[in-house]
């Protein structure tokens, strides 16, 4: 497995955007499609967005499409979500999460290696 680190997250009001990053460890990370999960409080886990190995294929949450981003950075072990236009209810605690293999497409397999969590606040 990965380990798993992210940061960026904080208090930004509706309309506004942050940047999460996920820094991984090992040498291997290139192998590895990654992801972002969002949990709300009382509600479960919920998959955001991922991407494959290559950055070349994304997937996102119907809620999340044309305001958030997936990016990563292979020489650097590294990925990122760009949000923009948030809004209240994309309030939660984000996770960054991975899964061996080239594919970032949901559907195919549970995503094992996760991270602990940045809390993302956006107040009305």
């Known amino acids: 497995q990965v380990q798993l680190v992210e940061s960026g997250g904080g208090l930004v009001q509706a309309g506004g955007s942050l940047r999460l990053s996920c820094a991984a460890s090992?040498?291997?990370?290139?192998?590895?499609?990654m992801g972002w999960f969002r949990q709300a409080p009382g509600r479960e886990r919920d998959f955001v967005a991922a991407i494959g190995w290559s950055g070349l294929r994304t997937y996102y949450a119907d809620s999340v499409k044309g305001r958030f981003t997936i990016s990563r950075d292979n020489a650097k072990n590294s990925q990122y979500l760009q949000m923009s236009s948030l809004k209240p209810e994309d309030t939660a605690v984000y996770y960054c999460a991975a899964r061996s293999g080239s594919s970032g497409d949901p559907s195919r397999g549970a995503f094992d290696s996760w991270g602990q969590g940045t809390q993302v606040t956006v107040s009305s």
């Open positions: 090992g040498r291997t990370f290139n192998s590895y499609a």
